[in-house]
């Protein structure tokens, strides 16, 4: 089992901006049109390059982490933030000052490649904060 930081949020200057997930670990970044299915794609997202090393004979921990600033914006989203559910993330989808910090769990077989992929998220594993403009 392998649990990968991501970063969720969207645009606040931009009407309909989709929800990025920005997995901070190997610097992957996905969409989607709610917080739950920004998810679902960064996980498919990751998914994909742990397959692609694999097959190529890379280990994807050798990709590089997001930037500081991002990790310190996750941080602060876990720490100052309110703890939601995921079944009660379509609740907030309708915000844009929003940053989402979520664990996602993703079992990987020993040598890298997925095997019999389960996304697993724990009732309070994911954060938020009400402000994207929060100095992090």
Same mark, same amino acid.
């Given at each position: 089992m392998r649990t990968f930081s991501v970063l969720i949020h969207r645009d606040p200057e931009v $009407? $309909? %901006?989709p929800w990025v997930a920005h997995c901070l670990d190997w610097d992957l970044v996905s969409q989607g049109t709610g917080p739950r299915h =920004?998810? /679902?794609?960064? /996980?498919e997202a990751i998914q994909m390059v742990a397959e692609d090393d694999a097959e190529i004979g890379l280990d994807p921990d050798h990709r590089k &982490? /997001?930037?500081e600033s991002e990790w310190r914006a996750f941080l602060h989203a876990q720490e100052a933030g309110t703890k939601v559910r995921v079944s009660d993330l379509e609740s907030i989808a309708h915000l844009t000052h929003v940053? *989402? =910090?979520a664990a996602? +769990? *993703?079992?990987l077989a +020993?040598?890298?490649k997925p095997d019999e992929w389960r996304e697993r998220h724990s009732p309070f594993a994911? &954060?938020? *904060? %009400?402000d994207n403009h929060c100095s992090a």
């Open positions: $009407d $309909d %901006a =920004a998810i /679902a794609m960064i /996980a &982490s /997001a930037d940053r *989402i =910090a996602i +769990n *993703i079992e +020993n040598d890298g994911i &954060s938020q *904060i %009400a």
